[in-house]
């Protein structure tokens, strides 16, 4: 009842699967190479520059520097590890662990139990959005950290350090815009779960009214479903979008550390 249909399986990152199930939406293939994308994103400004880097001399590398090893790679887990935590361990995405088993009357449970308030999808969004401001500043300042160490390597690897370099600041507002974006979609989602949970009430005290209208002792249908269930799915479909969001915000930094370990 409260789990979004299934869709044609879409090929691609686990973040874009996710939410064109939990949007309910077809998405397409796209029929554009990653080439004729990033043409399309890149200005003439970065194009210039995207260009001196590739067609320049590499910039040269230091001599004498630290070689990489374990501390980076430690860096690197410890910070996936925080933001992951942040992500499981916030108190808005908690499960609401107050709702008991069900109820032997229906019309019992539904009539005295007390009023909740309403959900809030607002605090939702703010929430999803204070994180990701945490792991655009985490993860930015790792891959400074990480560009800064492969500058220092040989002529190639300081080139590869200046073209992730330009990447970045020629992407960085287009990749903020579109991943801002996800909060809306999820509102969506939002609204469906606590539609679909509300129309299944409504059909299970019909039912149950039927029920009693001639005398049987059967136990009620309402009595079987728990009020607020659908908040509890949100959460969780919620954090797998943020957790999802992650592993695509940390694909340059693991480029960056597989370019140190080959170094």
């Known amino acids: 009842?409260?789990?979004?249909?299934?869709?044609?399986?879409?090929?691609?990152?686990?973040?874009?699967?996710?939410l064109a199930r939990?949007?309910?939406?077809?998405?397409?293939?796209?029929?554009?190479?990653?080439?004729?994308?990033?043409?399309q994103w890149l200005g003439w400004t970065d194009a210039i520059a995207l260009s001196s880097v590739l067609n320049g001399n590499p910039p040269a590398g230091s001599a004498g520097t630290r070689e990489f090893g374990s501390a980076e790679e430690s860096e690197y887990v410890r910070a996936r590890s925080s933001l992951a935590k942040t992500i499981t361990g916030d108190s808005v995405f908690a499960a609401d662990r107050r709702r008991g088993?069900?109820?032997?009357?229906?019309?019992?449970?539904?009539?005295s139990a007390p009023a909740e308030p309403a959900a809030d999808?607002?605090?939702?969004r703010q929430r999803y959005l204070s994180i990701q401001q945490s792991m655009e500043m985490a993860i930015g300042n790792?891959?400074?950290?990480?560009?800064?160490?492969?500058?220092?390597?040989?002529?190639?690897?300081?080139?590869?350090?200046?073209?992730?370099?330009?990447?970045?600041?020629?992407?960085?507002?287009?990749?903020?815009?579109?991943?801002?974006?996800?909060p809306a979609l999820l509102a969506g989602h939002f609204e469906r779960l606590r539609a679909a949970e509300q129309a299944a009430l409504v059909a299970a005290?019909?039912?149950?009214?039927?029920?009693?209208?001639?005398?049987?002792?059967i136990a009620g249908n309402a009595a079987a479903l728990a009020p607020g269930a659908w908040l509890n799915v949100f959460r969780k479909d919620m954090q797998?979008?943020?957790l999802a969001e992650l592993d695509i915000r940390l694909q340059p930094v693991e480029g960056l550390l597989a370019a140190l370990r080959a170094s």
Request: glycine fraction near 4%; charge should be neutral.
């Open 1 to 18: 009842m409260l789990q979004a249909p299934q869709r044609t399986a879409l090929s691609g990152p686990a973040l874009i699967r996710l």
């Open 22 to 39: 939990l949007a309910d939406v077809d998405v397409p293939e796209s029929r554009q190479s990653l080439s004729d994308r990033l043409s």
């Open 101 to 111: 088993p069900a109820r032997a009357s229906a019309h019992a449970s539904l009539q």
């Open 121 to 124: 999808y607002a605090v939702f």
């Open 142 to 182: 790792l891959r400074g950290r990480l560009r800064g160490m492969l500058a220092t390597r040989t002529p190639g690897m300081a080139r590869l350090a200046v073209v992730d370099a330009v990447m970045e600041r020629a992407l960085s507002e287009r990749e903020r815009n579109l991943l801002a974006a996800i």
């Open 205 to 217: 005290e019909a039912s149950d009214q039927a029920t009693d209208d001639t005398g049987s002792n």
């Open 240 to 242: 797998s979008v943020l």
